[in-house]
């Protein structure tokens, strides 16, 4: 498989700008011009994809460039951490998202409660 640029973001799901902006942050190589035009494979589509997928799972791209690296070397330990930090992380704003959730929900409750006086929601925005 030897994927144009363009042919290699849409093999990623990705822009060919990301596809840049990540070569520039050395998550990916960047290919040597062969015949004056760069070629990516299966590996690099791999690479990718991995990296997408952390991201999605919130992972920062610092901590991306360490699963990379650590995914040559077979750390489990260390890969384990990293996702335990992740999901506590993940934890702690499921929580503020509830407790913003409930907040509004009470909020909302309290404005079709009466029609009269200031929008408890918007008057809450002004504290």
């Given amino acids: 498989m030897q994927l144009s640029i ?12 990301t596809v840049r902006f990540y070569q520039r942050k050395g998550l990916l190589p960047t290919p040597d011009k062969g015949a004056g035009i760069r070629r990516y494979g299966e590996p690099d589509v791999r690479r990718l994809r991995f990296i997408r ?24 330990r260390r890969a384990r951490a990293l996702a335990q930090s992740r999901i506590g992380k993940l934890d702690a704003q499921i929580a503020e998202m509830v407790q913003a959730r409930d907040y509004l929900q009470k909020l909302a409750r309290e404005c079709s409660a009466s029609a009269t006086g200031p929008c408890p929601i918007l008057a809450s925005f002004e504290e």
Avoid at 6 to 15: I, L, N, P, R, T
Avoid at 53 to 76: K, N, P, S, V, Y
């Fill in 6 to 17: 363009s042919q290699f973001a849409a093999a990623g799901d990705v822009g060919v700008e």
């Fill in 53 to 76: 997928m952390a991201q999605r799972a919130g992972f920062t791209l610092e901590e991306i460039r360490e699963l990379l690296a650590l995914d040559a070397g077979h750390d489990r």
